[in-house]
């Protein structure tokens, strides 16, 4: 990968895609999973309702070891009751990781821009990568 950040599909090289599809493949055929992720917290920022990304996520962090905490719009108010730099830098603090399901693409580039942990596209007006 090109950095810390998923933020769109060509964050990835064609032989990360096939190197982690290979790898998930391998993990679900062989029914062990790793804990690789143990003591590791996802926070899911979401601006808007999700059935199959949440619940996709929240299975793989839980799967992989992980916690997880879903954020909703009216926790959050992302841009509206803080900026989008406070909650960055407050949940940097405080998670290992940011997946962020939001209306503006530039909401992502924000984010990525003040944190120093990872921030996954889990839906933007531009893609949804994952």
Known sequence: MKGKDLLSISDFAR?????????A?????SGTWTTALKRKVLALVFE?????????????????GGQVIYLSPAEVGLGHRESVPDVTRVLNRFVNVLAVRTFSHDTLEVMANHSDIPIINALSDLEHPC
């Open 15 to 23: 032989e990360d895609v096939l190197s982690l599809l290979s790898d």
């Open 25 to 29: 493949a391998d993990t679900k055929s």
């Open 48 to 64: 808007k309702p999700s059935l199959r990304t949440r619940v996709s996520f929240e299975l793989a962090m839980r799967q992989l």
